[in-house]
Each structure stands twice: as C-alpha cells, then as structure tokens.
C-alpha cells in the first residue's frame, strides 16, 4: 500500500493513482484543506465548471448527510469527496445515484482489503451494526432538462480522537483492517473510488441502474431482514423485500403490507 500515518490529500498523488480511463474523464480535480461542505463548493462554481470534477477537502466546517444531519469531518483522517456530474435530458432514474455510489464505495473498500461491509439502504455503507461511510447526493435541473449532480462521500478512513460528537455507532477503515494495511494512504483509496465512480456515472448515464442491480443485491444489508422504520412521524416494523426500479425500499410492513419507500429512516431489528 505504500502510506504513512497521517498523510495529506494530494490531488497529484490522488491523480497519478488514476486508471488511464478515469484520469482521462476526470477533468478538474480539486484539494482543498479546509471548507464547508465540498457539495456546496462544487454547487457554488459556475455551471461550466462542475461536471466531471473532484472536489476533496481535509476538513469541513459544515459538512451535511441527509436530512441536513451534520456529517462530522474532523481533520487530517478522512475523505470528504464530491464529484460533479452532468446527466442529459431523459436520463435514467437520477433517484438511483445514492445506491450507485454506495457501491462504488463499497468496491473502494474491497481493494483496500476491507471484508464484511455493505449497503444499509438507501446509502448507508456499514461494517456490522456501524457506519463507515454516507452518501449525499444533490441535484439541480436546467432548462434544457439537463441534470447537474453532486454526489457527496463521507467516508471514515482513520477517525481521529474519540469522536464523541457523533451519536450514532460509527467506525474507520482502518480498525478492520490487518495491521500490514493500516498505514494505507488516504490519496490510494480516493483514487479506487473515483476509478469506481467516475466510469459508474458514464455508465449509469447510458444504461440505467440494471446493470449494477446483481451489485446491490450482494451487498443489500437489508433484504429478507426484519426492519424498524420512521416515516413522517410514524413508527413501523416489517420485512424489507429490497428494491424497485426506481430505488426504493420494499417493504412488507406489519400493519399496512407491501409498500415502496423513497424516504425513511432504517434500522435493522435482528442485528
């Protein structure tokens, strides 16, 4: 693997650990030390400037997971990395790129020598009952019906300290690894995943999700499990069945039967 401890993002290193196909579609790439959110860096730069660019940052100020829950980003341990892509009118179900990066987070992962992770839907990477990475993905439609898209990746690499600010069971990479991977560089496992999500989004453009749906069901942490949900306000439990066309989660719920989710916090009652 090559790293040492504690080494900084570099978008040369992060550059040259490219696939040649990837390097060639990527064309900005951008490293910041410190922002707010790298979503809304990317949100903020001129249309012409946001498809196919990287932005990562050290830390962030504000960075956000979904329903506007903070994402803690301390310094110097993780990956805080958005990736700008635009989609052309009549693309496919844009409501499936959460799952579409989850697995492309979780192929990262595989090369890192990561084993035993995968989805909780919608974009949920874990490692047993705690969470390893989130997905946030942010869209914007333009006249000519044209989508700009920000997928945004939380992902734990070597969480620094204790992390008490965050309240929900959480972990790094690293803690899973052998201690002859430990030391893997940041820059290494940022280039797996835009090797993965860079040629996934050219993918999924022309194709949809369907050819990555045998990807989801292997990883689907969900499917056949007894789940507890909160969907506006109200508290069920049931079975989920997995996914439809669009993305969302069916379920069989104890009181009402079969339903599709699109928006609904999940957590698995059998754990």
């Not at 390893?132 to 333009?142: D, K, N, Y």
């Not at 379920?251 to 609904?264: E, F, P, Y």
């Amino acid at each position: 693997m090559g790293a040492v401890i504690g080494d900084a993002l570099s978008a040369d290193a992060i550059r040259q650990g490219l696939s040649p196909a990837a390097r060639e579609r990527l064309q900005r790439l951008t490293v910041l030390r410190e922002t707010d959110s790298t979503n809304a860096v990317l949100a903020r730069l001129p249309e012409a400037e946001r498809h196919a660019h990287a932005v990562l940052a050290e830390t962030q100020t504000a960075g956000r997971g979904r329903r506007q829950r903070r994402w803690h980003s301390p310094a110097g341990g993780n990956i805080y990395l958005s990736l700008g892509w635009r989609f052309a009118a009549g693309a496919p179900q844009l409501s499936n790129l959460p799952l579409l990066a989850a697995l492309c987070v979780c192929a990262a992962l595989d090369r890192a020598g990561l084993r035993g992770h995968g989805v909780k839907w919608p974009n949920d990477v874990l490692i047993g009952p705690a969470k390893l990475a989130g997905i946030l993905v942010e869209s914007q439609s333009r006249p000519d019906r044209s989508v700009l898209a920000v997928i945004g990746v939380g992902l734990n690499v070597r969480m620094p300290g204790a992390a008490t600010a965050i309240d929900r069971p959480w972990t790094d990479l690293v803690s899973h690894l052998p201690a002859d991977r430990r030391g893997i560089s940041r820059n290494r496992v940022a280039a797996d995943l835009l090797d993965d999500l860079v040629p996934a989004c050219e993918r999924f453009a022309s194709e949809g999700f369907a050819p990555f749906r045998d990807e989801w069901m292997r990883r689907d942490l969900l499917a056949g499990r007894r789940i507890a949900l909160e969907e506006n306000g109200a508290a069920r439990r049931g079975t989920a069945l997995g996914i439809d066309d669009s993305g969302g989660l069916a379920v069989d719920l104890d009181d009402i039967g079969q339903q599709v989710l699109h928006a609904a916090d999940v957590s698995i009652l059998d754990a």
